[in-house]
């Protein structure tokens, strides 16, 4: 029965597969009757229960392993000068049903001593540096997460390659998707998600929440900023809405005349021209321009007939929008192409692209918070006013 001076896992990692009984498990053999008195009398004296570190005989009282209580007082290790079984040699014979010699206890003595410590409050000033060490855990996952979607909802049944080491998170991300060999579209999700990687907005990290709080609820609680248009899903209905375009217009023949008036059409009955006008900037979105440029830049995608579309769009919108009048800004944002360059790559799964962003934008998220927790920002508490408030105001 005297263990070797083996550790507490080692000494387990022997132990565990002979017990794991494997013969047995589906046995049939009847171990014993149910009786109504089993039933009624909460299943008392019922075998039907795995334990392994004891049994308790109604005569002998408890065996540990098959030791009895004397028995275990005569070997089980006390403590240095003691005589009582300490409770550390009690769990090595329960965890391995080996009797620990005295300096197999003593070693557990000490992991338990080191580890006994309750963490202490961390000072604030640290908070950024734990918050970096999860921000950057929940990047490196967010691919395999997020290509884990993409995997069941469209390519359900094929296996996912694992993340090589030698290949940079997006490179990890679009083999995993299964567009590792289209070294063109990994390339411009590459751009994508480091253009989209940034916006405004922090709530419910500002509560000291930890990363995947922060980030689930940015992308779940505000649907507005991910499934809803105006804002978002933007890309997705540029898309749709080029491509009704180019059904009704007919993709080789369309002229600058032809998409004037399909815009013109749009316009009039009530729509605005997806892709254009912004919030704030009063210019072409600089990440449309690099977009843009990443295009000009592939003879492929020159050719293809939904990005031709998009820059013919281009070219006539803008006056189209300012003779119109409306939108302080007649310039396209980002989405007037992103989504389109997708669809010519092959991913043409529409309600995915808002995934792809949300991968991007965990960029944005993580890196504030972690300047928020190095910075000690406060919980964001506005203050709010009421309408009666506002109206005595401006009435002032
Ligand atoms: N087509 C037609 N009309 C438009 C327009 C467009 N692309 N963009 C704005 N307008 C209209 C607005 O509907 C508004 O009309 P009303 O006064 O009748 O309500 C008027 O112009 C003024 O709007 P604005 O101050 O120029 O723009 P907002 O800040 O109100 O809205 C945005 C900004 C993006 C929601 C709007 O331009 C729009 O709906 N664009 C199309 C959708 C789109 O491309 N969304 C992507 C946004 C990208 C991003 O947020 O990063």
Redesign the pocket.
């Known amino acids: 029965r005297l263990a070797s001076t083996k550790s507490l896992r080692e000494t387990l990692q022997e132990v565990i597969p002979g017990r794991s009984r494997s013969s047995s498990r589906s046995s049939q053999t009847v171990v014993g009757d149910v009786k109504v008195e089993n039933i009624i009398g909460g299943m008392r004296g019922l075998k039907a229960m795995l334990w392994e570190a004891s049994v308790l005989d109604p005569i002998e009282g408890i065996r540990f392993h098959g030791l009895s209580i004397p028995d275990c007082q005569k070997v089980l290790p006390a403590a240095p000068g003691g005589k009582e079984i300490i409770p550390e040699s009690m769990l090595w014979l329960l965890l391995t049903g080996q009797v620990p010699s005295t300096e197999q206890t003593r070693a557990l003595s000490q992991e338990l001593a080191e580890k006994g410590e309750l963490p202490k409050g961390i000072k604030k000033a640290e908070y950024w540096t734990y918050t970096l060490e999860d921000c950057i855990n929940l990047m490196a996952r967010l691919p395999a997460l997020a290509a884990r979607i993409y995997r069941n909802v469209y390519k359900p049944g094929q296996d996912i390659p694992a993340i090589r080491k030698d290949l940079d998170l997006i490179g990890n991300y679009s083999n995993m998707l299964g567009y590792g060999g289209n070294e063109s579209l990994t390339e411009y999700l590459r751009l994508y998600i480091a253009l989209h990687g940034d916006h405004e907005g922090d709530l419910v990290g500002s509560t000291l929440s930890d990363p995947y709080l922060a980030y689930s609820a940015a992308l779940f609680a505000s649907r507005r900023a991910l499934t809803l248009?105006?804002?978002s899903l933007?890309n997705q209905e540029v898309l749709r809405w080029q491509m009704a375009m180019q059904k009704e217009l007919g993709h080789l023949t369309s002229t600058h005349e032809d998409i004037r008036a399909y815009l013109w059409k749009t316009?009039k009955s009530g729509q605005?021209?997806?892709?254009?006008?912004?919030?704030v900037l009063r210019n072409p979105d600089p990440r449309f321009i690099a977009l843009q440029e990443f295009c000009q830049a592939k003879p492929e995608l020159k050719q293809s007939p939904i990005v031709d579309l998009v820059n013919k769009t281009f070219e006539v919108a803008p006056d189209v929008?300012k003779e119109?009048g409306?939108?302080?800004?007649p310039w396209p944002?980002?989405?007037a192409t992103s989504g389109c360059v997708l669809y010519h790559y092959g991913l043409t799964e529409f309600k995915y692209y808002t995934v792809i962003f949300g991968v991007s934008r965990a960029l944005g998220c993580l890196t504030q918070l972690v300047w928020a927790r190095a910075l000690g920002l406060p919980l964001e508490r506005p203050k709010s006013v009421s309408m009666d408030v506002l109206e005595k105001l401006v009435k002032q």
């Open positions: 248009p105006p804002h933007a316009l605005v021209v997806p892709g254009y006008g912004h919030g929008l119109h409306k939108t302080k800004n944002n980002v989405d």
